[in-house]
């Protein structure tokens, strides 16, 4: 597959993030940072994200290396509203929104080196441009709306609860 032992480990954090994503999107509908599974996706990332800075197929400062930096934006601000504004029930919203928006920003490139090395030798798709991909990322964008109307319409019936106590 032609990768660097920093893309070796770049790689297999990011799946961790990925799976730790994914298990915290079915067991509590969002990525939760009090939970452990929303702990692994905050940290390994931000790990994730940084070593996408020393990464770079066609050499240089590229739009990957943006992205990973608003990645990076997105789940500090996620961090600070968790930990900084606890009683906020609004704060959630956005909380919520940057964790799954972070979450649908890292899947772009994902795909995309996904589809394009595996199969070794015989790779899904030939290139960025490959409908496969265009249809993948369109597929990820419509459960991301899904679930961010999904999180907003819960974490209003939460916050209902939350001041009726």
Do not use: C, W
């Not at 050499?59 to 504004?85: E, M, Q």
């Amino acid at each position: 597959m032609g990768l660097s032992n920093l893309g070796i480990f770049h790689t297999l954090i990011g799946v961790a993030a990925i799976v730790a994503a994914l298990i915290s999107f079915i067991k509590y509908g969002k990525i939760d940072l009090s939970k452990l599974t929303g702990k692994i996706y905050f940290y390994t990332t931000l790990i994730t994200s940084l070593t996408a800075l020393g990464l770079s197929k066609h050499g240089g400062f590229n739009p990957g290396h943006v992205l990973s930096l608003l990645v990076v934006i997105l789940i500090l601000a996620a961090y600070f509203l968790y930990s900084r504004k606890k009683e906020s029930g609004r704060a959630r919203y956005f909380e919520n929104f940057a964790l799954s928006f972070s979450f649908l920003l890292s899947m772009l490139p994902t795909v995309n080196e996904t589809f394009t090395r595996i199969p070794v030798g015989h790779p899904l798709a030939k290139d960025i441009n490959d409908p496969l991909i265009g249809k993948t990322l369109l597929l990820l964008l419509v459960l991301f709306i899904a679930g961010s109307v999904y999180q907003f319409i819960t974490q209003k019936k939460t916050n209902k609860v939350t001041t009726n106590l």
